[in-house]
């Protein structure tokens, strides 16, 4: 029963964590504009980068990775103790990127999950995620579209970990589905930067808009 509680109160400080919204609180913390009046509208790294801000950006990635990578390396390194065990690493790491897409402290209102689901990763396997992140840094250096990075490191991620079981690290199957579901709900998420792509009207990493896209 202890660990049944515990599984939960670790799924639900996991959510509340991803549910803190870092591109709009570091955009108030250093006087800027909120994310979600300009650009794209998205509450992300990529949108506050578009303030002109590079410094803001960099600090929102870096948290927003770290709030996908604390909760479930809290569960992989601490949660032995109270008998959790795959499931609860794999739904932990899950509810912290849904609290990134659905964050309760800003009415359900998220961004896309990039910078979460890779902090998620290097939780779950620190290869897997160093892979998953360099696929995003090519695509992202040689097209210079997040959005494309973004898409293929997501079709990339379940990919690296089926793949490199036996590998690299031996796949568990609740964390290969919590992989597979954030790949699913990430090309969701960028289903109309996928259609602006076909139509040639997606903007590139560091182009200003003021119109949402």
């Not at 410094?55 to 990578?69: C, I, R």
């Not at 490199?164 to 597979?180: F, I, L, M, N």
Request: aromatic share 12%; with cysteine.
């Amino acid at each position: 029963m202890q660990e049944w509680w515990m599984s939960w109160v670790a799924i639900g400080l996991a959510y509340a964590v991803g549910s803190l919204s870092f591109a709009v609180l570091v955009s108030r913390v250093m006087g800027l504009s909120d994310p979600r009046t300009y650009g794209s509208k998205n509450p992300g790294a990529t949108n506050v980068l578009r303030s002109g801000n590079k410094a803001a950006a960099a600090l929102t990635l870096l948290l927003d990775a770290v709030k996908g990578w604390l909760p479930a390396w809290a569960v992989l390194h601490w949660g032995g103790a109270w008998g959790l065990g795959p499931a609860t690493l794999a739904a932990a790491g899950l509810a912290a990127f849904l609290g990134h897409l659905f964050p309760v402290f800003f009415r359900f209102q998220g961004g896309k999950g990039v910078a979460t689901a890779a902090g998620v990763l290097l939780a779950f396997e620190p290869w897997l995620g160093v892979a998953v992140i360099l696929s995003w840094v090519l695509v992202a250096l040689f097209f210079r579209y997040s959005s494309l990075a973004a898409i293929v490191a997501a079709v990339c991620a379940p990919l690296y970990y089926w793949f490199g079981d036996g590998v690299a690290w031996e796949v568990q199957g609740p964390v290969g589905v919590a992989v597979a579901a954030m790949s699913v709900l990430l090309l969701w998420r960028h289903v109309g930067n996928i259609q602006r792509l076909l139509a040639g009207q997606e903007s590139r990493i560091g182009e200003k808009r003021s119109a949402p896209h």
